[in-house]
């Protein structure tokens, strides 16, 4: 074989309006770091940021600084430091990957924003353990060694139906929170401007589910990989006016790529799922790799993951509640099939990729059977990969892409 | 004439077949790949052409296949090694089946339906053992040829059992065996169970069982002590370490249409 040229990805005209609302976050967190003012609050991706941001805090995410280090292939360097602390090389790879570094006093916020020496530290730490234990941990390790307080919610977990029980638990523990919050920022809670960033986190993320449901046609104008990356606002300025305007502009770039019929893939042939993380370090090159085999990976849990319906700027509690209690991460093997079934309907789609996440056993769906057990009811296969968010020292390469590959030659013969 | 080749460039050997638009054997190969996967293929496509005892002019459609197989730059395409093996044991077997092999670095496990169109594959994880690489580990271990395992293995008097996944926690058990005063017969035995164990915990083995590669070509014995497990027959193809080249090739006839594709 003659050596081919690589597939070309398709510019998203957007990314450049991201990279400046996102470049702007940074450097405000970063001059609040600096000035101590306003106050800075750290939270999970998927913790009460918008009680956070009605109190005045600037809020960052480490799971994004995760995501960066993964993306960034910069985590390898860091997973061992973290490790020879205690914690184990088994466990969640974003955490080993932030706390490690840290440690080393490094960060890519620095090589990517110049005059950001470090990541701005806390005044206050809230974590969400909807998504797993590992967060609670994490803020735990920074509490003891900045001396910051680190509040939490504790989700249930592995829920089938919601009940107004679980509801008024969670509700009653973001309440709770309040007194404390206060205290830390200086500023009194006030209902209106609570529903108001709620208001603002419901546009965005309708905004988001809009741009994502884009690839119900084919072909699909936007990729799982691509949307990694441009699902950055909705996780870290949801609840702002400016991640509003940024899916705005998003999803008319998008709707114009289905009005021209221009697929993120040339040749659209095959339609996937990806359940799982994905792999940052990898992005690009599996983009291209799907490209080259006609495949278009076009739906995923992990983005949907921030879509939040339920957000009520009517009942802001009980419905921040459900928001943040009713994602896929927290539910029963039922639910989570019956949620995957319908991605394949509303998509169309050809066949379900499963990405094992070596450290990261909430959102590796493959280990309890769901595979074979999807695989019989719809009739479509499924493949399981072996990787990591962020640790490529478990992911193998060549062997990843020859299941691919022979996934693709699989849906080809059929 | 008409030549259709496949080259499979496995980590460990690389292997040549050519077929014919008949689908007859004509020549093939096996050689070590070493460090230089294109010069291996090279060398292995020569040695097979060796075998038809002409040089007069002919053309040739060529399909890599294995881990080395976008290393062929005389290749016309390319095919997975699950495709290629698939192929090449539906056309001995040309019925329902599930095909094990276990290769140089990795092992397979293969559903093929009555039509000869794969149904699902499973591959081994990121791990060396339950492979011929975990075979070559073991025998260097234990300074015995890769060749006389099997010999030795029929000579077990007992079974031991091997705990360990991983190859190099296994060497160490193998070794605390050996100060134990076990017999390297039995511990080959064990280890050979152990690789049948890891083929096992892939997938199911329903229907038909069809197994290739390497391990199946130079250890009947292991083949023997699997179909005991199974408590079945185990069909293997007549050069079963050329399944996945002859599947290469097959599909390099497929492509340009010849008689019977």
């Keep these: 074989m003659s050596e081919e040229k690589k597939p070309a990805i398709k510019k998203i005209h957007a990314t450049g309006h991201m990279r400046k609302i996102m470049a702007d976050y940074f450097y405000e967190l970063d001059r609040a770091a600096k000035e101590g003012s306003p ?6 991706s998927v913790g009460p940021a918008e009680l956070l941001l009605s109190l005045g805090y600037l809020v960052y995410y480490p799971e994004n600084h995760g995501a960066m280090l993964g993306a960034t292939r910069q985590a390898a360097n860091y997973i061992p430091e973290t490790n020879a602390i205690g914690y184990s090389p088994d466990i969640c790879s974003y955490l080993t990957s932030d706390i490690g570094a840290f440690l080393k006093k490094e960060t890519p916020l620095s090589r990517a924003y110049e005059g950001i020496e470090g990541i701005p530290l806390p005044d206050v730490m809230v974590y969400n353990t909807n998504q797993c234990r590992d967060v609670q941990d994490w803020f ?34 973001i309440k709770n929170l309040i007194p404390r919050l206060e205290q830390i ?3 009194k809670f006030d209902i209106d401007k609570f529903r108001h960033v709620l208001g603002l986190s419901y546009d965005c993320t309708q905004l988001w589910k809009k741009v994502l449901e884009t690839n119900k046609i084919r072909p699909a104008p936007i990729s799982f990989f691509d949307e990694t990356i441009h699902m950055g606002p909705a996780v870290v300025l949801r609840g702002t006016e400016a991640a509003v305007e940024y899916y ?23 339609r996937l799922y990806w359940e799982g993380m994905p792999i940052w370090g990898k992005l690009r090159d599996l983009a291209e790799f799907f490209i080259d085999l006609k495949t278009a990976v076009i739906a995923s849990t992990y983005c949907n993951s921030w879509i939040f319906d339920a957000f009520d700027p009517g009942d802001p509690f009980m419905s921040m509640a459900r928001a943040y209690t009713e994602i896929f991460i927290v539910r029963d093997e039922i639910f989570k099939e019956s949620y995957i079934e319908k991605m394949v309907d509303i998509y169309g789609l050809d066949g379900l ?6 450290t990261c056993p909430n959102n590796s769906n493959n280990r309890y059977g769901m595979p074979e057990r999807l695989e019989k009811k ?5 493949l399981t990969i072996n990787g990591d968010l962020n640790d490529l020292r478990c992911y193998s390469e060549e062997q990843a892409k020859t299941n691919i590959e022979a996934f693709v030659e699989q849906l080809e013969s059929r | 004439m008409e030549y259709f080749v496949g080259i499979d460039v496995g980590a460990s050997t690389t292997k040549s077949i050519v077929i014919d638009c008949g689908r007859e054997l004509i020549g093939h190969s096996v050689i070590h790949s070493g460090a230089d996967f294109e010069e291996a293929a090279d060398k292995s496509f020569r040695i097979a052409f060796k075998d038809l005892g002409k040089d007069e002019p002919c053309d040739k459609w060529i399909f890599s296949t294995g881990y080395g197989r976008r290393n062929v730059p005389f290749a016309h ?43 699902g594959f499973k591959m081994n994880r990121k791990c060396a053992a339950g492979t011929g690489a975990f075979l070559e580990e073991i025998a260097n271990r234990l300074k015995i040829g890769i060749d006389k395992l099997d010999g030795l293995a029929q000579k077990a008097t007992k079974n031991v059992p091997i705990g360990s996944y991983c190859t190099v926690f296994t060497a160490t058990e193998i070794l605390t065996k050996i100060r134990q005063n076990v017999r390297v017969e039995d511990i080959i035995k064990g280890i050979f169970d152990s690789v049948i164990k890891r083929a096992l915990e892939m997938a199911p083995l329903e229907g038909s069982i069809v197994m290739s590669g390497g391990v199946a070509a130079h250890n009947p014995y292991f083949v ?33 249409g010849g008689k019977h594709a």
């Excluded at chain 1, 249930?156 to 509801?167: A, M, S, V």
């Excluded at chain 2, 090694?81 to 276990?102: M, N, Q, V, W």
């Design chain 1, 353 to 358: 990729l499963f990405h094992d996440a070596k």
């Design chain 1, 248 to 270: 705005r502009v998003l999803l008319q770039e998008l709707e114009e790529r289905v009005a021209r019929n221009e697929g993120a893939v040339e040749g659209e042939e095959f």
């Design chain 1, 185 to 187: 920022s200086g500023n």
């Design chain 2, 77 to 119: 395409s390319t095919k997975t090694e699950i495709s290629c093996h698939a192929k090449g044991s539906y056309h001995y077997f040309p019925r329902a089946h599930t095909l094990i092999d276990i290769g140089g670095q990795d092992s397979k496990i293969v559903k093929i339906d009555d039509s000869g169109r794969r149904t």
């Design chain 1, 140 to 173: 735990s390790w920074y509490s003891k060694e900045l001396d910051v307080p680190a509040l939490g919610i504790s989700t249930y977990r592995n829920i089938g139906e919601i009940t107004k029980d679980h509801l008024t638990s969670i509700a009653k523990q």
């Design chain 1, 39 to 44: 106050k800075i609050a750290w939270c999970t």
């Design chain 2, 224 to 256: 023997r002590m699997f179909e005991q497990k199974l408590g079945k027959e185990i069909f293997v193809p007549p050069l079963p370490q050329l399944t996945g080249a002859l599947g290469a090739a097959l599909f390099a006839l497929e492509t340009k």
């Design chain 1, 378 to 382: 719809l009739g479509i296969p499924t």
